[in-house]
């Protein structure tokens, strides 16, 4: 076999009861082989279909991309973490997404809002020191709240 398998059941033995192991071995890494080998192929002439397990119909769309991510990241963030959100900003974050009556700029907007991603100067200030961390007009440290009250 000269190039890489489109089909799962190119990697079967003849037979198709189990995998080519050192066809598999060739193609993927270990810890991918001993997860494969868990797997039992089933005998089956139908053409493969890969789906999105994270959608009800099995397709992949950014909408349900985000809710995968989204989901997932929240699980790995700590609350201490200056990016985690808590589950009362998520559910506004996910109805605000969801809504067709708010503009995407300010969709957008409020998704920055939530996730602090708003560029402040005190943000800014963290990441080089080129850029001042006071406010223009008052002098104050600019953070998120500063930059609207």
Known sequence: MNKLSSRIAD???????SWNNDLVRLIFDREAVDSINKVKPVLSNDDDKIIWKS??????TASSAFQHLNSF???QLPQQCPRSISPQNLS???RVWKSKRINPVIKTFIWRL????????ARANSLTEKINKSCALCGSIEFDAHLFF
Do not use: E, H, M, T
């Not at 990697?11 to 009861?17: A, F, M, P, Y």
């Not at 959608?55 to 992949?60: E, L, Q």
């Open 114 to 121: 939530i996730r602090r991603d708003i560029a402040s100067g």
């Open 92 to 94: 506004i974050l996910k």
């Open 73 to 75: 990241s929240i699980f």
């Open 55 to 60: 959608a009800k119909n099995g397709n992949c």
């Open 11 to 17: 990697i079967w033995d003849n037979n198709g009861l």
